[in-house]
């Protein structure tokens, strides 16, 4: 079970902070992972942490969004600096066992997603 928050509207050039609570079992040894969605637009990865050490972004957010996990709490977390108009849509937290490839056909534990809209 994944449960995100943090969700909000804010203008372009603004920040928030998302978080996801995963409940049932550890996730050490997962991968857990961003995804976001727009309305007629398919599900994209937008960052991905296995470990401690092995993170991947999107082209699209590098240098401006940074992920990172807290294995003792089974969190995933998600800060969005410098957002912009084309940030906007629903972000969903994700899980898959082991390395996968970060498409999300191949995850198959989701939460219910966060809106993030961001105004020019």
């Known amino acids: 079970q994944l449960e995100e928050s943090g969700g909000d509207s804010v203008q372009a050039g603004g920040s928030l902070s998302l978080s996801c609570v995963a409940s049932?079992?550890?996730?050490?040894?997962?991968?857990m992972a961003w995804f976001r969605q727009s309305p007629g637009k398919a599900r994209d990865l937008v960052a991905a942490s296995i470990g401690s050490s092995e993170i991947r972004y999107a082209d699209s957010v590098k240098g401006r969004f940074t992920i990172s996990r807290d294995n003792a709490k089974n969190m995933l977390f998600l800060q969005m600096n410098s957002l912009k108009p084309e940030d906007t849509a629903n972000y969903y937290c994700?899980?898959?066992?082991?390395?996968?490839?970060?498409?999300?056909?191949?995850?198959?534990?989701w939460g219910q997603g966060t809106q993030v809209t961001v105004s020019s």
């Open positions: 994700a899980t898959a066992r082991g390395w996968v490839p970060l498409l999300a056909a191949n995850f198959h534990n």
């Open positions: 049932g079992r550890s996730y050490d040894s997962y991968c």
